[in-house]
Nanobody, 125 residues
Framework: VQLQASGGGLVQAGGSLRLSCAAS????????MGWFRQAPGKEREFAAA????????YYDDSVKGRFTISRDNAKNTVYLRMNSLKPEDTAVYYC???????????????????WGQGTQVTVSS
């Protein structure tokens, strides 16, 4: 499956952005989806995940209550709504697809089989 992330940009602290990740090539609803992020000089870290049907979601504590992951299987797209953005949210955001993910391990990047190219989010103070 091919993944194309979009929606990043420059926003002031306290602002909002919505990232999108469009999938193509295979049946989108077969994949759990996740968003990861990588800040300069840091390792890639998990942000949020959503199950195949959208019935289950999981968030890292750093984004819980501010970010919302959702998906539209009819549009082959997963979203990440980001509110109350902070300068520490600045990173390249990647979407990823997991074919046979163990939901208990969904925060691990190794559970994901396909990755998008990333979209830059910059939050100014």
């Amino acid at each position: 499956v091919q993944l194309q992330a979009s929606g990043g940009g420059l926003v002031q602290a306290g602002g909002s952005l919505r990232l999108s990740c469009a999938a193509s090539g295979r049946t989108f609803s077969n994949y759990a989806m996740g968003w990861f992020r990588q800040a300069p000089g840091k390792e890639r870290e998990f942000a949020a995940a959503i199950s195949r049907s959208g019935g289950s979601t999981y968030y890292d504590d750093s984004v819980k209550g501010r970010f919302t992951i959702s998906r539209d299987n009819a549009k082959n797209t997963v979203y990440l709504r980001m509110n109350s953005l902070k300068p520490e949210d600045t990173a390249v955001y990647y979407c990823a697809a997991a074919d046979r993910a163990n939901w208990n391990e969904i925060v691990r990047s190794g559970e994901y089989d396909y990755w998008g190219q990333g979209t830059q989010v910059t939050v100014s103070s």
